[in-house]
C-alpha cells in the first residue's frame, strides 16, 4: 500500500507525524511525503517539513521518501497521487480555517483516491 501525505508545514507536520506513522506501520504502507513550497519558502525548509515524518518513522520499519514541488496545492496533490499510485492521501487539517477547510474538501472531491483528513487536535480526544 502506498500512502501520500501532504504537509504544510514543519509545525503542522509535528501534529500528525506520530499518528500517521502508526497508520503506516498498521497498514503495512509506504509513507511519501509532499511539501508543496509556498512563494517566499526554500527547498531547505521544505525538506526540513519532510524530514519530521522521517525522524518519526526511525526504527519503525516504516519505508518514508519525500518531495518537496511547486505548485497549485489541491493540483499538485493529486498529480503526486497519480504518479506514486497513491492508494490513500492522509492530511492534517490546521486549526480549523477556512482555507485548510476548503483545501481539504476540494482534495477529497478531485482526488480519485481516498482521502483521509486528521484532524490538529486528534491527541485531545
Known sequence: MR???PTAGEEAAVEIADYVILVA???DAELTVLHILKDDESKAAGRDCCAVFLQA???TGVSVTS???MGDVVDTIIAAAKDIHADLV???ASSGTVVENWLSANVMDQCDVPVLVVPHCYRRF
Open 3 to 5: 500512502i501520500l501525505v
Open 25 to 27: 506501520r498498521q497498514l
Open 57 to 59: 518513522a526511525h526504527d
Open 67 to 69: 518531495r518537496v514541488a
Open 90 to 92: 492522509l492530511m492534517g
